[in-house]
């Protein structure tokens, strides 16, 4: 069960649960009130055929936002097969909340290209990546079209890719991207970053998440923070992320190119925000990580 239908499940269950929820709550949001704090990573919407993130409804979010003083998100579709109707969701959420911002997601179903050595290593890249690509369905979708009916229509301020489940972005699709001048949040390596976008758009705004070592690569992790100080376009986001010293790390060396994500619902946002707040860095860096450079990414006016 993910943390927002446990929160309201407990909620009607549990007096005492929901005391101390308000109590936390309380204790807590006048501290996180301090700042101005942006959450660029939430799932939201019903989701399609996967046991995990079921139906993420955008009320919800917005209750667990509130409650901590998070001011403003970006959300994008759970897994759906092909996302076209998923991405028109997301536009009435967009509609809705004013306070919700929507990226589309795309299903290229383009198989990933898989690295030999992934497949005599495995099991994590081979399986997250190879596998499931190999399996994927056909393309089916007019992936150009649909971009463009994200922008255009849907009033959409950026993109959200899982390779591993989604399939890859082709080049056209990323000069596409690239026309409308807004950013692709994208589940990858930080390695595959470079070998499949970087290497041919070095200038391709891109987010990160998990800070590029999703889950607890340490290697990936570095790798990653040496290449957004390298890529003017290049950010990563904190989402998932529970290593104090690879946050700090990330803060102290490239405080202009973090970004706070919560991953909500599979992470709490005032977690995310507590591993950084109990870091002994400037204020203005937090400041940074908390709003100030996803503004430079995406409008939220
Ligand atoms: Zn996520």
Known sequence: MDPIHLLHSLNKRNAMYQNTLN????KVSHIFHQYEI???HIHIGKGEGVWFYPDVDAARVMDVLENIGISKAIVFPNYHKKYLDANEEIFHIQQ???NLVGFGRLNTGRASWIPWKSILSPPRQFLS?????FLIRKNKIDTQAEI?????????KGFKISPGVDGQLSKDEIALINEFDVPILIHDSPQNI??????FFPKTKIIL???GGYPANSDDYLKAIKMAGEYENLYLDTSATMFQYILHKGITEIPDKLIFGSDLP???PAAGVTLLMTLDIPETHLRRVFSENIKKLVDFS
């Open 23 to 26: 109590y936390i709550s309380k």
């Open 38 to 40: 942006i959450d660029n």
């Open 96 to 98: 809705s909340f004013k």
């Open 129 to 133: 990546a190879g596998l499931t690509n």
């Open 148 to 156: 463009v009916k994200c922008i255009n229509r849907y009033k959409l």
């Open 194 to 199: 470079y070998n499949r976008i970087l290497r």
């Open 209 to 211: 998440p998990h800070m």
């Open 266 to 268: 599979a992470w709490h």
